[in-house]
């Protein structure tokens, strides 16, 4: 098989895991807010459950249906009502050219599903089953985002699709940093969601919105979310660009990024009036691109700092970290000692620019993820 047919299947397998990724976190922001008085459950005894409801999520939007395509997933549900008997199970999932419909399925289509597998359950298991199941074909990634979008206007009453966007960002942010906790972590309920709402402290901007909204409206709502200063002064937290970025990235562009990031967030002076200098992360960047943006920045006598006396010298993170001289207009750090900004003080606020992957943040921060096509996009954002 040619390599660039392996390449296509390798992408194409990724992005059809990543929508199923995202199909079920969406049918689990659907039950916290259809269901606002349960906690709801996560990755923990299956994708869902809350009370006395089990349910696993599938979206297989390239498979055509056929009962073997459930039966490894039917078996698990088996399995584990076996052991929890109290529970009711279901299997929502989307197949392609699968019309949407609830079914209760009796034994013969049990064992049509479970094929040569069906010997290994005694009758009465299956009995048991089939009474507390449930195979719920639904709809695909796409109607089910929109449902949820509008389920969110209806509930927040919100007007505008792009608040309804900006919502399901904050969601979709706190869902993802709960899926990594210990199991008994996992869950979360729909006054969660409102404090989520209030403090707005991770957020993350998916590619998929840009098919929702158009491009200049997805970099709308973001700019004005984010980096667009609602009073006189700017408030003086430390600020964090995380930048994903080709290796040979044009240092015009960056040098431009650089000058954007700075003015919009540094302010030099005394007491009330400063901001300082923010941090910025070219990660991903070849070192020889980023010596020649800093000599360009040198040339034109625009003052960083990034740690170091000399050429070949290690990094002095004391010196990052320290209060900074007035000229000092921005910080670069790198990758490798991010986690070091645990040992500063006060509020750190971090975006995150990202093309392929989101990194995992070491330190306590407000987070916002912003997808982006390419780094020009960041020249839009800051504008």
Do not use: W
Not at 208 to 227: A, D
């Amino acid at each position: 098989m040619a390599t660039d047919v392996l390449d296509k299947q390798d992408k194409d397998g990724g992005y059809y895991a990543m929508k199923g990724f995202l199909y079920q976190f969406d049918a689990t922001l659907m039950k916290i807010l259809k269901h606002p008085n349960q906690k709801i459950r996560f990755e923990v005894e299956q994708d869902i459950d809350y009370e006395k409801f089990v349910i696993q999520v599938k979206h297989k939007e390239a498979v055509k249906y056929s009962p073997s395509k459930i039966r490894g997933a039917i078996k698990q549900l088996i399995d584990l009502s076996t052991l929890k008997k109290d529970k009711k199970y279901k299997l929502y999932c989307y197949f392609k050219e699968c019309e949407e419909a609830v079914i209760r399925i009796d034994i013969e289509t049990l064992d049509e599903i479970l094929g040569p597998d069906s010997l290994s359950y005694d009758q009465s298991i299956k009995e048991s089953f089939v009474e507390r199941f449930l195979l719920e074909f639904s709809c695909d990634y796409e109607k089910q985002f929109i449902e949820l979008l509008d389920l969110i206007k209806h509930i927040y009453k919100l007007d505008k699709d792009e608040l309804a966007i900006y919502y399901h960002a904050m969601f979709k942010g706190e869902l993802s940093s709960r899926s990594i906790l210990k199991r008994a972590e996992r869950t979360l309920d729909k006054n969660q969601l409102d404090i989520i709402i209030k403090n707005n402290n991770r957020v993350v901007f998916e590619q998929g919105y840009q098919e929702y909204l158009s491009y200049e409206k997805y970099l709308n709502i973001i700019r004005k979310e984010n980096f667009t200063h609602t009073k006189s002064h700017v408030i003086p937290h430390e600020r964090v660009f995380i930048i994903e970025c080709n290796a040979d990235e044009i240092v015009e562009d960056l040098f431009e990024i650089v000058h954007s990031i700075s003015k919009k967030f540094f302010r030099s002076g005394k007491h009330g009036s400063a901001s300082p200098a923010p941090f910025i992360c070219f990660r991903g960047m070849e070192t020889k691109i980023l010596n020649k943006l800093k000599m360009n920045l040198i040339d034109h006598e625009f003052h960083f700092n990034d740690g170091t006396f000399f050429a070949g010298d290690r990094i002095r993170l004391d010196q990052l970290f320290k209060k900074q001289s007035e000229s000092i207009k921005i910080r670069f750090i790198e990758q490798n000692v991010l986690s070091e900004l645990i040992e500063l003080k006060g509020t750190i606020e971090t975006y995150q620019l990202y093309k392929k992957k989101v990194i995992p943040l070491k330190y306590e921060t407000k987070e916002v993820s912003i997808y982006m096509n390419c780094i020009s996009d960041i020249k839009q954002l800051l504008s």
